[in-house]
């Protein structure tokens, strides 16, 4: 019963590198979504991943960030050419298919763009 | 469109009870959720509620929603140094995406 892990924790990098982010959902959840929280927007939502779905990609700021999900499981958010209004918190969630009892939320990898 | 709404900060006394506001504007929303962040910390889970439902009570938690003002409110009963967080209401946005919308989130400060 681990709830969801991300790593890593923190990451610094300078301006226009590529980053990878990585979530471990709970077992047995079929949803997976990546949040960001930054002072200025406050939490938005980024991309959803549903099963063998579509992922909803709506709420990425910019073709610069994608995210994948292998075998259903772990998934990896890419930033590339990383910019200072990247920095932010960055959280992954996970839940069943169906709803209640909603999205249970990961540690969060914070990210500084020098 | 989807907007979520809550007061930025809330001070209370131990002991006392704290009454967290939220309001949203997609009538839609299936349902509606608490959540708590502690600094340093992601989101936990408090609770939530259908939207055909008026309260929910869990142990120190009340939750009332009154659907036709799309006003939802959390209530803490005898509110302990513990509680000190950030709560952030949140609504399940409409169609077939399973994004939650947050609000602003409220600091909610317990002095002993």
């Known amino acids: 019963g681990a709830g969801v892990s991300q790593s890593p924790s923190n990451k610094v990098t300078e301006k226009g590198k590529d980053v990878e982010l990585r979530c471990d959902p709970i077992s047995g959840h079929t949803a997976l979504y990546w949040y960001r929280q930054s002072l200025g927007q406050g939490l938005e939502f980024l991309i959803y991943?549903?099963?063998?779905?579509?992922?909803?990609k709506s709420g990425l700021p910019s073709d610069r960030f994608s995210a994948e999900r292998t075998g259903g499981s772990v998934s990896t958010l890419t930033i590339q050419r990383t910019q200072q209004e990247d920095s932010a918190v960055y959280l992954c969630?996970?839940?069943?298919?169906?709803?209640?009892?909603?999205?249970?939320f990961g540690p969060g990898t914070r990210l500084t763009v020098l | 469109g989807e907007d979520v709404e809550q007061s930025l900060f809330l001070s209370v006394r131990e002991g006392d009870s704290s009454v967290i506001n939220c309001t949203y504007t997609d009538s839609s929303s299936t349902y509606l959720y608490w959540y708590k962040q502690e600094p340093g910390a992601g989101l936990q889970l408090l609770t939530y509620i259908f939207s055909n439902m008026d309260m929910k009570q869990d142990q120190r938690l009340t939750v009332l929603l009154n659907k036709k003002d799309k006003h939802l409110s959390l209530r803490i009963a005898d509110t302990q140094t513990g509680d000190s967080a950030i709560y952030f209401c949140?609504?399940?946005?409409?169609?077939?995406?399973?994004?939650?919308?947050f609000g602003t989130g409220t600091l909610l400060a317990v002095q002993p």
């Open positions: 949140a609504e399940r946005g409409g169609g077939a995406t399973n994004k939650l919308i």
């Open positions: 991943f549903q099963g063998n779905s579509a992922p909803d």
């Open positions: 969630a996970s839940s069943l298919d169906w709803e209640p009892p909603g999205q249970f």
